[in-house]
């Protein structure tokens, strides 16, 4: 069988690290066209060297340069372009952290280059274009979120189901009070129970903002009304997400909390093989499955984000701009945790909503909420 051409943007992060520890245990089934990272030069390098792909691209904020012998270095925003516009590639990663994965997103798409899906905010910020440019190129767009890539598996026609069920762990503040969150620190915020993760999605996990960036995701992606998308706390982690028929069978996706498992099931799509796995599943050894409401009171960013969707436009770009500069003076000790959503709220309630925006609209709101988020948090 002749090997899957991948290029992976983010390749530097926490998803981009594991798909290439996925990678290298599936060396016989794919070949790297292209590593893409920010700014850890030090780490893309010693990836290139392993990996040998035919293209690197930098950050284009960094002063180093990497050379190495037969692999081409490409900079910045017009290098991602580049990779994603090179027809030699079957499939692309898209795992770069925040608004940096949608343009390169929509060239994949424009050369008809399919993508397995790790950055949220591609959808967020604009899911109408993306999967209609998608749905017109025929490319398709492979989940790499634990929970929607679990819906992915369990859906076999999408005509035939009622509803999704997100599971969400809950968190570090799950059984913690408001009070306790108020003044919890960087350090615990970013004490996620189950998964490790980048910051940025950390933080959005315990406010559950994750959560509701993933139903949006998930609208989009299974083209499923907000009334129809529930979410579930589950805090093993074992039932990534479940769907409900019209008949009332509800079909489940079970695992152990890797991230390994869905980046290897969207990049080997449709295929699957036994590459990374560790060890077999055991029901008796999991033992207990429990289930609870989310309680919205303690976690109001879940309902800020159903309200963005509902809304749909530019609502999501709001959202997902000043949710992302709040988490990041957060992270930055400028304000306490439960600020991100006093923020993000005050954000939504003062935006005027375009309805269908253009790209370049998306961005210049992008850039407008982000500096009045700023000048708000000052
Ligand atoms: N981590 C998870 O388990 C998980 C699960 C589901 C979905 N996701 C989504 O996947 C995406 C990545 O998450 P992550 O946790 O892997 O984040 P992360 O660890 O922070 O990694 C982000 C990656 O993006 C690169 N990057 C950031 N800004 C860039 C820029 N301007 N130009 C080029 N590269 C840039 C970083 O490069 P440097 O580090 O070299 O600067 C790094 O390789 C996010 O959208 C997240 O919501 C993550």
Known sequence: MEKKKI??????????TQALEVIEKLQDKFEIIALAGGNNIELLKQQALKFKPKYICIGKNTTERIEIDGITTLYGSEGLNEICSNKEN????VAVSGKIGLKPTLKAIENKINIALANKETLVMAGDIVMAKAKEAGVKIIPVDSEHCAIHQCIKDINQVDKLIITASGGP?????????????????????????GRKITVDSATLMNKGLEIIEAHHLFNMPYEKI???VHPQSIVHSAIEYKDGSVIAQLGLPSMHIPIQYAISYPE??????????SFSEIARLDFEKPDFEKFPSVKLA??????????TVCLNAANEEAVFAFLNGDINLFDIYKITNKMMSQHKLIKNPSI???????NEIRIKTREIIK
Do not use: C
Request: no cysteine.
């Open 360 to 366: 370049d609209e998306i961005f210049e709101i992008d």
């Open 230 to 232: 529930d979410v579930v």
């Open 173 to 197: 503040f799950l059984h913690k009070t408001i009070e306790d969150m108020q003044k919890a620190t960087v350090k615990e915020a970013l004490a996620h129970p189950r998964w490790n993760m």
């Open 306 to 315: 159903y309200q963005a969707g509902k809304m749909g436009g530019s609502a």
């Open 7 to 16: 290029s992976i943007l983010g390749s530097t992060g926490s998803i981009g």
């Open 272 to 281: 699957r093989f036994e590459g990374i796995k560790s060890k077999s599943f």
């Open 90 to 93: 079957d499939i692309i990663l």
